[in-house]
């Protein structure tokens, strides 16, 4: 984005300054009278300050990810001079398998930005970087304000919510989200899978009158097996235990009579390639499963990644989140679905079972992320 803060006598001089300056297309953002002082402050004057802006040049850069160099003249009988490239931004447009990292754009935004955008502009570009979103994402809400002219407090919300809102995943209304018939989550250690299983299946046992069973397949942690068989219990829900492919097809005849199966699986280190066999080895990802990858909302914006990535050949249909109530900031939770574009489908807020789970739609999470 090209701008410039022109002060002039006049507007008419002032426009004719930002033709010269930034040509036919710019825009013009926001102008006020100011008062300059001249002869050592002697004298005062009244002047016109304008701020405009060139929006084909924030196109470039938001579409491209690279920061804007001029192009220095070819001298004579020299080759001519290549500017390299200073910086790889991480857009929504790339997969979230083979995009590189995201890198910093802080001395650049400082540079272009601060005392040239309004204030109130500035104010949220600031407040989204406080919640974790990354400079790819903040410039593309601020392309979208000044492209529609918003620059007003009162009406930044409103367009803002809009703008976030349209960069994640759209929410499939017309089905419930519980849908299939067998239900597994699957994540790494630490999680909270297991409390998560339970509420959602005392959500369909309690909440919609659905016949509800379990299978585990975390063999590794006794304490796994007798927690779920407790939760079973108090939903009496039969349980099942498997340890192999053939365990799970039994499971499967038993339980054909029932509305969903909710599938526990090991929380083991997501890096082991072993885990993502063992998992696959085990369970059938067909039309028939519906899966869910579970993550702490208090992971890093990279581990999260990471673990996608790590489960790139599982299908994933959407992402729970665990333990919001422990952080105070969701702009990761926001950034790592609209990257992937894998629909976020539950929150959960604490270790209370069933109460502490929320269904989220994206103008929630939005919601969440601005207040």
Do not use: W
């Amino acid at each position: 984005m090209k701008m410039k803060k022109i002060t002039a006598n006049s507007m008419q001089e002032a426009t004719i300054q930002i033709r010269q300056q930034l040509g036919q297309d710019a825009v013009i953002l926001n102008s006020k009278t100011v008062v300059k002082r001249k002869l050592f402050g002697l004298k005062k004057q009244q002047m016109v300050e304008v701020i405009a802006v060139l929006d084909q040049d924030f196109e470039e850069r938001a579409n491209q990810g690279i920061k804007h160099v001029p192009q220095k003249p070819v001298l004579p009988k020299k080759e001519p001079i290549e500017t390299p490239v200073k910086h790889q931004s991480f857009t929504r447009e790339q997969t979230i398998q083979t995009a590189p990292s995201p890198q910093p754009l802080q001395y650049e935004r400082n540079e272009r930005h601060v005392g040239v955008l309004p204030d109130s502009l500035m104010a949220v570009d600031q407040k989204l970087k406080d919640q974790g979103l990354d400079d790819a994402v903040r410039d593309q809400c601020l392309k979208g304000l000044l492209t529609q002219g918003v620059v007003k407090e009162d009406e930044i919300e409103k367009e803002l919510e809009k703008l976030l809102t349209e960069m994640l995943p759209p929410h499939a209304s017309e089905k419930p989200m519980i849908h299939s018939k067998y239900i597994v989550l699957f994540g790494s250690t630490g999680a909270g899978k297991t409390t998560t299983i339970a509420k959602l299946a005392a959500k369909m046992s309690i909440g919609h009158q659905k016949r509800i069973a379990f299978i585990t397949t975390d063999t590794y942690r006794i304490a796994a097996i007798e927690q779920l068989k407790t939760y079973a219990e108090l939903l009496k829900a039969p349980l099942e235990v498997c340890y192999s492919r053939e365990d799970f097809v039994k499971a499967q005849q038993t339980f054909q009579d029932y509305d969903h199966i909710f599938i526990d699986t090991a929380g083991r280190n997501f890096k082991e390639a072993a885990y993502i066999k063992e998992l696959t080895d085990i369970i059938p990802f067909d039309e028939s499963i519906q899966s869910f990858l579970v993550m702490s909302a208090t992971s890093k914006y990279q581990d999260m990644k990471a673990m996608v990535k790590r489960f790139e050949h599982v299908p994933i249909d959407h992402f729970i989140f665990t333990k919001v109530d422990e952080t105070d900031t969701i702009g990761t939770v926001f950034q790592i679905s609209a990257e992937s574009q894998i629909g976020l489908a539950f929150l959960t807020n604490g270790q209370n079972v069933p109460e502490d789970i929320l269904e989220c739609s994206p103008l929630e999470i939005t919601r969440m992320v601005l207040k």
